[in-house]
């Protein structure tokens, strides 16, 4: 039963533009939430995380959001540049525990 | 560049071959951890150690076996794998087990592992 869900695998975007990513959640007791991005052969990287006691948090060019009543997060990234084509991951954690990982997203940023 | 070393890069083995992939992180983190992660598919917990001792074993084969002979390095030991068993290996570590506070974890660039 996946809690993390990414349901869209792909998305591509003009460069300058923003793109969107989404992701979906069903376990309400998760208390933070965090993206990572990862490059084809190399380990995903922490992007930006958000606490579930805030509904948005700014880093750059990067912005999370979240929507509790929703459970539904997303990440902004705005203006899009190629170098942000990645896979990039939403995961979040309950407390302590392990961070359970959604399937990822392909964002390709087109020149 | 990953401050998460992880050697080698690229294995190849038998499935009677015993290997070891190693992880070494100097960034004063108490918790390491391993993943696997299979082409299209979210990074899967296999073990965690906190403070050098095993807090974590996601219920995987024996044929893994993981060893944290000191806070900076991590082993995990292959023996008898299975061609199913290919992935890419990522070493992580973390402030604290568990993600305490931010969860955030830094891995390293990974071991791409094929079984023959």
């Known amino acids: 039963d996946q809690q993390v869900k990414q349901n869209s695998p792909s998305l591509s975007v003009q460069e300058g533009r923003i793109s969107i990513l989404n992701c979906d959640y069903t376990?309400?007791?998760?208390?933070?939430f965090l993206w990572y991005k990862k490059y084809p052969a190399e380990g995903p990287t922490f992007l930006i995380s958000i606490s579930s006691i805030k509904d948005k948090n700014e880093d750059g060019r990067f912005t999370v959001f979240l929507n509790k009543s929703a459970k539904h997060l997303s990440l902004h990234i705005v203006p899009s540049q190629p170098g942000d084509s990645a896979v990039y991951f939403c995961?979040?954690?309950?407390?302590?525990?392990?961070?359970?990982f959604g399937k990822g997203i392909t964002l390709s940023v087109r020149p | 560049d990953t401050e998460v070393t992880q050697t080698p890069k690229h294995l190849v083995m038998g499935m009677t071959n015993k290997k070891s992939l190693k992880c070494e992180q100097h960034m004063g983190h108490r918790a390491m951890y391993w993943y696997k992660q299979k082409a299209k598919k979210p990074p899967e917990l296999m073990f965690v150690?906190?403070?050098?001792?095993?807090?974590i074993n996601e219920s995987v084969p024996s044929r893994f076996s993981p060893e944290c002979p000191n806070s900076s390095l991590l082993n995990l030991h292959l023996h008898a794998l299975q061609p199913e068993d290919s992935a890419l290996y990522l070493c992580a570590s973390s402030q604290e087990a568990g993600g305490m506070g931010t969860g955030e974890l830094f891995f390293g660039e990974g071991s791409r592992l094929t079984v023959l």
């Open positions: 376990n309400s007791m998760f208390d933070y």
């Open positions: 150690y906190s403070y050098e001792k095993l807090s």
């Open positions: 995961a979040a954690k309950v407390d302590n525990s392990k961070l359970t």
